[in-house]
């Protein structure tokens, strides 16, 4: 299973990490995937890391700002993010599944329990 935290309220230009806390599972194999979802839209994959190279994948509307990481040790993957703008307000979601990572839902196993970020302009 796997436990999403670190959403909250924050200004346009703040900062949040998410975490991922994972287990019942051989994380070493399991990629990685942020989505998010906000409120009439679709779910979308922003980032992603696999887990045989840790290749990364982030979408346009957050590259340069986001940043995915994931510690094998602690069985954790975090979504550091930055320069938080309104439209990124959202719940978000990690999900895993094996090997390489994928930014349609539907191909991951798992899935955390969404942790809402709201920005404020």
């Known amino acids: 299973q796997l436990q999403a935290s670190g959403g909250g309220l924050v200004q346009a230009g703040g900062s949040l990490r998410l975490s991922c806390a994972a287990s019942?599972?051989?994380?070493?194999?399991?990629?990685i995937g942020w989505f998010r979802q906000a409120p009439g839209k679709e779910r979308e994959g922003i980032s992603c890391?696999?887990?045989?190279?840790?290749?990364?994948y982030y979408a346009d509307s957050v590259k340069h700002r986001f940043t995915i990481s994931s510690d094998k040790a602690k069985y954790t993957a975090d979504l550091d993010m930055n320069i938080l703008r309104p439209e990124d307000t959202a719940v978000y979601y990690c999900?895993?599944?094996?090997?390489?990572?994928?930014?349609?839902?539907?191909?991951?196993?798992?899935w955390g329990q969404g942790t809402l970020v709201t920005v404020s302009s």
């Open positions: 999900a895993a599944k094996e090997n390489w990572y994928s930014t349609q839902n539907w191909e991951y196993e798992y």
């Open positions: 019942g599972f051989n994380f070493d194999d399991y990629a």
């Open positions: 890391i696999s887990s045989s190279d840790g290749d990364t």
